[in-house]
């Protein structure tokens, strides 16, 4: 279904989701509903309907008096979304290996991967997060698994998230885990493929948490008002 077929809150929420991931709308800052209703040209009850949905997904929370924020990531946030990834990535990858291995098409997995070794060599942040986030969902969806699509949909959301808030980790590192990884997919080698998006997902684990301690340690304090 393209984004022309989506109904106006689905539309609405795709638009939100994505500029509070790449942080457009930063952690804690709140949902202006009618600045945002006059920016997009629409009312405010599609906006409305959209927001539960960000809400479920852990994007934003309701507060008293606030209305809706937008959601920080913690420390255990990380902890929980990285124990959720390595069952479930390792998984996909699975799936979408033995997939391969029956005889399904991995082109938009091979272009997927091209796309990241571009984005790599032109040193565009922005780029190289979103490209790989869209490599990890190309694995997911060759995983042909509709259901586990369908629950991997908020943990997605995170990863993306978390992707646009280490552009400081070793991208070279990570293409050339992402090659390999997409190598043996493609060419069907299941444990193979099983053991290297683990290894994958515990490096990134490993790397992300120090990440979040050091910015939480260097953070400012926050004081009330």
């Not at 606030?66 to 996909?92: C, H, I, N, P």
């Not at 990890?136 to 998230?161: A, D, F, T, Y």
């Amino acid at each position: 279904m393209g984004l022309a077929d989506r109904s106006l809150a689905t539309k609405i929420y795709l638009e939100l989701r994505e500029r509070i991931i790449q942080g457009a709308i930063k952690p804690g800052e709140r949902i202006r509903e009618r600045e945002l209703a006059e920016e997009l040209d629409v009312s405010r009850i599609p906006l409305r309907e959209a927001l539960p949905r960000l809400e479920a997904e852990g994007f934003i929370r309701t507060l008293p008096r606030r209305g809706a924020v937008v959601t920080e990531l913690s420390l255990r946030d990380v902890e929980e979304l990285f124990e959720v990834r390595t069952s479930l990535e390792v998984l996909a990858t699975r799936l979408a290996t033995e997939a391969c291995a029956s005889g399904a098409d991995g082109s938009e997995l091979t272009e997927a991967l091209h796309a990241a070794e571009a984005a790599l060599a032109s040193g565009d942040d922005a780029e190289i997060a979103s490209v790989n986030s869209t490599l990890h969902e190309k694995i997911l969806r060759l995983s042909g698994n509709s259901l586990l699509q369908l629950l991997m949909v908020p943990v997605n959301g995170r990863v993306r998230r978390l992707f646009f808030l280490e552009a400081e980790r070793d991208q070279q590192v990570l293409c050339a885990e992402h090659r390999d990884l997409c190598r043996a997919i493609l060419d069907g080698h299941v444990e193979l493929a099983g053991s290297l998006a683990f290894a994958h997902v515990e490096h990134s684990k490993v790397e992300s948490l120090a990440l979040m301690r050091t910015r939480l340690a260097t953070a400012p304090a926050v004081t009330g008002s």
